[in-house]
């Protein structure tokens, strides 16, 4: 079965760190984009950042740039999102997703939650104040 797998999301302090990783099962993520996104409570899903795995090209949304760090294993096909310096307002529910062909960009950040079609089940994360 083709399927994505979160983890790593719990409950942290402002200031502190998470690593969410998303696990491939079924197939490998060569040749795919993959992006995380993520949805606070009352909010849409929005993209926080991708990965090309091929060229390893990537892309942050300005509210994280300088705090998380996404990344890629192919030895264990998994995507990871590090994640520094946490705000509350980093509080949602992560989800991962994968794109064949796709590229990471500002239109797979932006418009990917309109066509990406294989999601992870989300791992959710809290920042306390």
């Known amino acids: 079965e083709v399927q994505l797998v979160e983890s790593g999301g719990g409950l942290v302090q402002a200031g502190g760190s998470l690593r969410l990783s998303c696990a491939a099962s079924g197939f490998t993520f060569d040749g795919y984009a993959i992006g995380w996104f993520r949805q606070a409570p009352g909010k849409e899903r929005e993209g926080v950042s991708c990965?090309?795995?091929?060229?390893?090209?990537?892309k942050y949304v300005d509210s994280v740039k300088g705090r998380f760090t996404i990344s890629t294993d192919a030895a264990k096909n998994r995507v990871y999102l590090q994640m520094n310096r946490l705000k509350p307002e980093d509080t949602a529910t992560y989800y991962c997703?994968?794109?064949?062909?796709?590229?990471?960009?500002?239109?797979?950040?932006?418009?990917?939650?309109?066509?990406?079609?294989?999601w992870g089940q989300g791992t959710l994360v809290s920042v306390s104040s």
């Open positions: 990965i090309s795995v091929s060229d390893r090209i990537t």
């Open positions: 997703a994968a794109d064949y062909l796709g590229l990471c960009g500002s239109y797979f950040l932006g418009q990917g939650t309109t066509y990406l079609q294989l």
